[in-house]
């Protein structure tokens, strides 16, 4: 009888065996109920108002604005400097002018009368201590 019960017990637990494998291999015939998870990323953008917006448009305009005065006064700055090195290279030729002048006006025994122009200081006399001209002197 115990090799009966014996057949009989391994039969019930190869059934059961069975069973389960059946029931463990259906699972992913059937297929689970997968869950996704979604995360979206979309941004909006502020919202601005018309103010806001028309602020923002006169500081970039503004900042245009300054970079070209700031490059055109660069400009103008090189030009500066340029005619002030003109400008003093003729006040020494007119200085150079006006000793030479000087100087024949002394040989030629001119005496010159000042002449004031508005706006600008009295002409130097020359001061000869005779009215005499070169030709009279050599006499």
Known sequence: ????ETK???TVGAILV????????????QGRKKSYEVKPEITLPEYRTDTARAI???ERMMDRFINLTERNLTGINTDVKDIAKRLVLIDCK???LSAR????EKALGIEQVEKRVEGT????????STNKSPLQSQK
């Open 121 to 128: 200081p009295a002409a130097k006399a020359p001061t000869a």
């Open 1 to 4: 009888m115990k090799t009966k």
């Open 94 to 96: 007119l200085t150079e």
């Open 56 to 58: 923002d448009a006169y």
């Open 101 to 104: 002048m000087e100087r024949i």
């Open 18 to 29: 069975a069973c389960l494998i059946v029931v463990w291999l259906a699972g992913p015939i």
């Open 8 to 10: 009989n017990l391994l």
